[in-house]
């Protein structure tokens, strides 16, 4: 898949990259519409400041990162322990993009 690929200050890169898998307890999720927000943008300019330049404790990723948090698209694929009967593949969505750390 082509992803927008953030490296540091003013380099990102448009890059080929594997399709991540859908984990056991994931929805995984075809991207139709991506915005790009003030964060992305205070990355480009000034970062890193929210993308991870060392291992992040939850999420285990460090720069190079794919941006773009803000996302609608269609779910594509349902991890077999999802327990959601309202969840079904080709549902349209859209994302709460957030991680809590704690």
């Known amino acids: 898949m082509r992803a927008a690929r953030y490296y540091g200050r003013e380099d990102i890169r448009i890059e080929e990259i594997p399709e991540p898998p859908c984990g056991p307890n994931q929805v ?5 519409f991506v915005g790009i927000c003030g964060t992305d943008l205070h990355e480009y ?13 939850v999420t285990g990723d460090s720069i ?3 941006l773009g948090h803000e996302f609608s698209g269609v779910i594509k694929e349902i991890g ?21 750390c704690g």
């Open 80 to 100: 077999s322990e999802v327990r959601a009967a309202h969840l079904r593949v080709g549902l349209p969505c859209a994302v709460q993009p957030t991680v809590y």
């Open 45 to 57: 300019l000034g970062g890193p400041n929210f993308c991870p330049a060392s291992r992040h404790p």
């Open 28 to 32: 995984k999720i075809a991207p139709a």
């Open 64 to 66: 190079p990162v794919t």
